[in-house]
């Protein structure tokens, strides 16, 4: 059964600092997806990643993916405090349309 | 304009009670879901249609029936309503098999039971 995990839960933050927040899943998978919840909002799809060395990057956020490992990183630069929201990975179990997601990281960003 | 539509946004009913909550998209999607988020902000996938066919059923309470009239349709019905059902509730949809095959989100529906 494939597992999820995402680290750390929390993450309180000043702004202007750089931070990764990290999720390793237990089974191969070929697509592994980010996504953002502001409090209280819906999920709004940030990366998706469907091969080993994928890098994508959108303004202060960059993610990639590590399919060896079976890791995938979101790496956050020069933090401000809009960026402050609940980020989630989801992995794709065997191929199929089923995501198993991680815990989320709720990420606060203190001017 | 909205891609992604659930009604009801809130609702709070008694232990007991039965209730729908419907999902429309208008994405052009031939993949449905619903997932289920509890306090702790934990998401999980309850079902999935493709074109009007069940494909994901998890360990759901058979209290939970899915319905898709058509492919921009699935509606959840929860019958005899529970105090742990309280959570919220997403739907979604995706182009299964596109390139990519993200899935979109709707605002989700609040369930509240007393």
């Known amino acids: 059964e494939l597992k999820v995990e995402q680290n750390p839960l929390f993450l309180s933050m000043q702004e202007g600092k750089n931070y990764t927040i990290y999720c390793n899943y237990s089974?191969?998978?070929?697509?592994l997806y980010w996504y953002r919840q502001d409090p209280g909002k819906s999920l709004e799809s940030l990366f998706v990643?469907?091969?080993?060395?994928a890098v994508k990057q959108e303004g202060r956020l960059m993610a990639s993916l590590d399919t060896k490992a079976r890791l995938s990183t979101l790496h956050i630069t020069a933090a401000v405090h809009d960026l402050s929201a609940t980020y989630f990975c989801?992995?794709?179990?065997?191929?199929?349309?089923?995501?198993?997601f991680g815990k989320g990281t709720k990420l606060t960003v203190n001017p | 304009d909205t891609a992604v539509s659930q009604t009801p946004k809130y609702l709070v009913t008694q232990m007991g009670n039965d209730k729908s909550i419907k999902c429309e998209q208008n994405?052009?999607?031939?993949?449905m879901y619903w997932y289920k988020q509890d306090s702790k902000k934990f998401l999980k996938i309850m079902f999935s249609?493709?074109?009007?066919?069940?494909?994901i059923n998890e360990t759901v309470p058979n209290r939970f029936s899915p319905k898709s009239p058509d492919k921009a349709h699935l509606n959840l019905h929860i019958n005899s309503l529970e105090l742990g059902d309280s959570a919220v509730y997403f739907c979604?949809?995706?182009?299964?098999?596109?390139?990519?095959?993200?899935?979109?989100f709707g605002p989700g529906t609040r369930l509240t039971v007393l």
């Open positions: 979604a949809s995706s182009n299964a098999g596109g390139r990519p095959d993200t899935q979109y």
């Open positions: 990643l469907l091969s080993n060395g």
């Open positions: 989801a992995v794709s179990q065997g191929g199929s349309e089923k995501l198993v």
């Open positions: 089974t191969t998978s070929d697509r």
């Open positions: 249609y493709n074109n009007k066919e069940l494909i």
């Open positions: 994405l052009g999607h031939d993949t």
